[in-house]
């Protein structure tokens, strides 16, 4: 019987999802993979490389589609609320995905799959642009990039929200308020673009970070056989 590559690369991808959204670069193991795979470790390498190779390929299969099919339709902040509520919806059916984002950030110092992602992205942006004529395509990438860190931390921030909020939020409640949020965010964005078009200023993409404002770069790699 010919070997099914595809499917075996299949597999792998999919475990690797499971293992790296669990315990990060850092923290899982190719062993562990290969067997949550049913698969020899060394398919591992033989089809992707080293252990970084093959954490970028499973970051690129997974958040190449996370956007996929979540289009933001309709006008005003609504369109902006039903929009979340769809992220937020994919988002607790997949936990892999935020916790992957999370990861990318973290033990990457640069976006996996840009050419897959970055045409998506631009595209749920010409949805804000029509829902929100308002504002310039600065603004609208910005509020596309704060809509998705509203979802992803209310996702995977929930030991914060339990000390902050007191008590467990029910999913139904987080996913109204996540909702309100985001109808709130679109709102005050709207409105202060169109200020700032009645007083002559210029449109910005956003206000500049203030000076000496720090950043962090990504957390040192293991070795990649590990």
Known sequence: MAWDTDATQRKLLLAGARQFAAAGFAGARIEAIGADAGVNKERIYRYFGDKR?????VLGHELAGLLDGLDVTGTGAEAIGDFVAQLLDRCERHPELPRLLLWESLEL???????????VCAHKVDGILTALPALDRGRAEHLLFSLIALAVGWCELGNLGSAVVGGTMEWETRRATVVAHARALATGMTEEAEASEASGSPRSAAPAPPAGTATHPPLAAEESRS
């Open 53 to 57: 190779a093959f954490f970028a390929a």
């Open 109 to 119: 110092d640069a976006a996996v799959a840009i050419e897959q992602r970055r045409p």
